[in-house]
Nanobody, 124 residues
Framework: QVQLVQSGGGLVQSGGSLRLSCTASGSVSTIYAMAWYRQRPGKQRELVAAISRSGGSTYYADSVKGRFTVSRDNAKNTVYLLMNSLKPEDTAVYYC?????????????????WGQGTQVTVSS
């Protein structure tokens, strides 16, 4: 079993930056691809960014491309999401997720473990 614990998030003004962290514990002997999802008010959960096991491959949703950066530190079992130039429409609960593959996948069903979620609120 794997537990994902998130930190970061909070309230920031439009144009500001935040960094989210997600640390895995438990059965982490095998390193898998990770992802960040978000759920905006009244919307379905959507994939924001994903990163392969090595960190060499990444994926970004068009809405965040050029503003968000996903990275990972495998020695710390931690994945990060740096969010720059935040907009009010980025307001959401953000979730990290661990997949069952080593490469980047964009299918929600490929992710088995989820963090507890963290609120990000961007004021205009």
């Amino acid at each position: 079993q794997v537990q994902l614990v998130q930190s970061g998030g909070g309230l920031v003004q439009s144009g500001g930056s935040l960094r989210l962290s997600c640390t895995a514990s438990g059965s982490v002997s095998t390193i898998y691809a990770m992802a960040w999802y978000r759920q905006r008010p009244g919307k379905q959960r959507e994939l924001v960014a994903a990163i392969s096991r090595s960190g060499g491959s990444t994926y970004y949703a068009d809405s965040v491309k050029g503003r968000f950066t996903v990275s990972r530190d495998n020695a710390k079992n931690t994945v990060y999401l740096l969010m720059n130039s935040l907009k009010p429409e980025d307001t959401a609960v953000y979730y990290c997720a661990q997949g069952r593959y080593t490469g980047v996948v964009v299918t929600t069903s490929a992710y088995d473990y989820w963090g507890q979620g963290t609120q990000v609120t961007v004021s205009s």
